[in-house]
């Protein structure tokens, strides 16, 4: 986890030099095209295939990236083909799979191992126990002699004693920044972080139904939410209203999307542009995507680089090209907003910078931590044997670890089952068996 996180914080800065032959463009465009122009280009160049959305150029030297459904119908999360269009000519200078970018594959073992669920699981165990580890050893070195002679002599040459005094100097140096790269990437967690969305649900700090500030009266049934929508974290199930304008002649559309009499994709831009308020290009990227189906609506969402309080997501009526939903920020519940702001500082883009390298440094401890932290165990482990070392001999030390274990236990269920699990194993199979409790007991 902490490899590919520190290799995902330069996902930007590398997918721009990798890309840029399809990216970027030798001169700036003076006079671009129409948008669904541009679009209907792409379409050409891969018959069949369906709009997930279209990213307009950033400047004037940038490309246009339209991007069509995968692969994958059964799974409208996937990640799709982006071709990238140039807005002067509307020639497709390239294709891309974004399932399978190198970035792509980084982000993909670093949440799942790529192995689905099972890895999302593994995942989040670690990434809990993570938090033990940290909560445990802080509360080690408080109680021990460590504490006050914290070393001069940490990086002299790797003897036993040196090599804790690393371990230690790194867990206090990085500790707090470790717990909160762990908990701001709970939120994208399978079972700790959909019981979290419930919970922000329940307790109303989300986001409000897009129906009760809609600027004009909506149908509320048949709501449609497009799953390609680059929503924050807070919003990404939050449900869309109909733009139910049955006289522009949208239930007579048989061929899909553009339907009659629906406006263009430009003109919904051009609509949505003003509403995305301090949110613009270069800083913010502007994604639209095409109604779902011909009661649906254009979806336009901002999205700032470095700070998610100026995203903003504005849906505009497909016929009458009216506003007819704006939202951003200030809807957000306070919990929404912690997480959305934690999702930007975890990812090294809230700061610049800045950020990105205070993260990768935090990355870079935790391997100096899981690296220390084998070699001590190999050092002091019973001589041949696979098992622990010797238990401190302090009972109050002890029995302090122990009861920083069950809370955090019940704080994050993954860790506390696999407690549960590991002293039933043990208990059960490694003591009944004298040779393996020889090796491991």
């Not at 867990?171 to 990437?185: E, R, T």
Request: hydrophobic residues 45%.
């Amino acid at each position: 986890m902490a490899i590919t996180g520190a290799i995902y914080l330069f996902k930007t800065p590398f997918e721009n030099w990798r890309y840029a032959d399809v990216r970027a463009l030798p001169a700036p465009v003076a006079s671009a095209l129409p948008l669904s122009g541009q679009i209907q280009a792409a379409l050409a160049a891969r018959p069949g295939a369906k709009l997930d959305s279209v990213i307009p150029p950033q400047a004037p030297d940038r490309t246009t990236r339209v991007i069509l459904a995968g692969g994958d119908p059964s799974n409208p999360w996937a990640p799709g083909i982006s071709v990238y269009v140039h807005p002067g000519t509307g020639e497709v200078l390239g294709q891309i799979d974004d399932s399978a970018t190198f970035m792509r594959v980084v982000r993909t073992i670093h949440g799942e191992l790529m192995a689905g669920v099972a890895g999302d699981r593994v995942v989040e165990t670690a990434a809990c126990w993570s938090l033990i580890l940290v909560a445990t050893g802080v509360y080690l070195w408080w109680r021990g002699p460590a504490r006050r002679r914290l070393p001069r002599s940490a990086w002299r040459p790797l003897r036993r004693g040196r090599l804790r005094r690393i371990h230690a100097v790194t867990g206090i140096v990085a500790g707090v920044v470790l717990v909160f790269l762990v908990l701001s990437g709970l939120p994208w967690s399978g079972f700790w972080g959909d019981n979290l969305s419930k919970f922000q649900t329940s307790v109303g700090s989300t986001m409000p139904d897009s129906a009760t500030f809609a600027r004009e009266s909506v149908p509320a049934k048949d709501l449609t939410a497009n799953p390609d929508a680059a929503v924050p974290w807070a919003a990404e199930q939050l449900p869309v209203p109909t733009g139910g304008h049955e006289g522009h002649g949208g239930g007579t559309a048989a061929g899909g999307w553009p339907y009659p009499g629906s406006i263009t994709a430009e003109r919904a831009l051009a609509a949505a542009t003003p509403e995305a308020g301090g949110c613009a290009p270069p800083g913010c990227e502007l994604s639209v995507l095409p109604p779902a189906g011909p009661k649906g609506v254009y979806t336009v969402v901002a999205t700032d680089a470095e700070d998610p309080a100026l995203g903003r997501t504005v849906l505009v009526d497909q016929y009458s090209g009216k506003v007819l939903v704006d939202y951003g920020w200030e809807e957000y519940g306070v919990l929404a907003k912690a997480v959305e702001q934690g999702i930007a500082l975890h990812e090294g883009r809230r700061y610049g910078t800045v950020n990105m390298l205070v993260m990768l440094g935090a990355c870079l401890a935790m391997i100096t931590l899981v690296v220390s932290g084998a070699w001590m165990w190999w050092k002091r482990r019973p001589r041949g044997r696979l098992a622990a070392p010797a238990r401190s001999t302090d009972r109050r030390t002890a029995y302090g670890v122990l009861a920083v274990m069950a809370v955090l236990g019940v704080l994050f269920p993954l860790a506390g089952i696999t407690m549960v699990a590991v002293l039933l194993l043990d208990w059960l199979v490694v003591r009944r068996i004298p040779r393996l409790n020889a090796l491991v007991g």
